[in-house]
């Protein structure tokens, strides 16, 4: 199922850039380039030291822009957005800032504290070769080098190509860190399923995980019983049960009598993304959103299927402690009796 609506990543897209260099002019430069500005301008300065006779492009994406005018500082504003959990997601460092630390000085500190922003170090052909730089700061795939004088498609480039990168490995890392509390959570409600109030706490941490990655309060889980949509757990707007209306209650119908659903439920901005599960027991978990969140439906089936396995599976253990407590009341009955029966012969 799919659907189309503003944002298409897992989470707010970080454009956050960092410029840290001490000449007030180059500063203007970055900018003119990278901040949407009132009105077009371009001074045969800025062309000079951008070494491009074009105009600056102003209708491409634009970014939030931070200045620093020395290493040292900048490492304190690198070490504050990750405290504040901003973090930047492209450094543009230059090589010389007498008198306070050089380029490759920032750059090596700045890994030191945070391994995933992506360092672009600006270098004049006077400054040091890339050789004697990579030497200096050890290579890395996420550390680039540009030449001086640059132009503003250069700039604009790096800063759109390597913020892109820097959302799809934190969303990959996003990704795999849920994967893996929801394994353990699976595999901790398997080993505690006695009833319904056991695994509850279980069923909430996972959704409560799947809601937080995926930055979509309102999520639920459900399952059929009786002909009839039971909630288990729900967020946001499905806190206080399923919606009341005659579309949402039309997809519950569909959704018991194993019928397709052939159109998306609408609320206000949000598109509701459902997953049934009927091959081993009615597990039903959807989710509202006013994102495009590129793989959110199979999120949900996994979970969905991985539920429903675990449902029956705990059932199944259920079962067999009923059967085992049962025998062991038997056996503790027939122990009884072997004693009394003892007694009564001596």
Known sequence: ?????????????????????????????????????????????????????????????????????????????????????????????????????????????????????????????????????????????????????????????????????????????????????????????????????????????TINSISKFLETPDIFLACIEHQDLMMKVGLGIFATGLVDGPEFQEIIRQIIAKEPITKMFRIDNYVIMLFSCHEYQGVVVGALSDKEVEGFDRLLEVLAIDLAKMFKTGETIADMRRQLNSHEAKIKMLEKKLVEAKAKQS
């Open 1 to 205: 199922m799919l659907f189309r609506s503003k944002a298409n990543t897992l989470m707010n897209f970080n454009n956050r850039v960092l410029v840290i260099d001490d000449d007030e002019m180059i500063l203007d430069v970055y900018r003119s380039i990278l901040v949407k500005q009132p009105e077009k301008t371009s001074s045969t300065i800025l062309a000079s030291l951008m070494n491009s006779d074009d105009k600056i492009v102003q209708d491409k994406r634009h970014f939030q822009l931070e200045i620093a005018n020395q290493g040292k500082k900048g490492l304190d504003m690198v070490k504050q957005a990750l405290e504040d959990e901003n973090p930047y997601a492209v450094v543009f460092i230059d090589m010389r800032m007498p008198p306070g630390w050089d380029g490759v000085r920032t750059a090596k500190e700045i890994r030191k504290i945070d391994a995933l922003t992506q360092i672009v170090i600006v270098t004049a052909y006077s400054d040091a070769s890339v050789t004697s730089i990579v030497e200096q700061v050890g290579f890395t795939d996420r550390l680039l080098y540009l030449k001086k004088p640059f132009d503003s498609e250069e700039i604009l480039q790096l800063s759109d190509s390597l913020s892109m990168r820097w959302n799809l490995e934190t969303k990959v890392k996003g990704l795999a860190l849920l994967l893996e509390e929801l394994i353990d959570n699976l595999m901790l409600m398997n080993i505690a399923f006695n009833n319904e109030t056991e695994v509850q706490p279980f069923l909430e941490k």
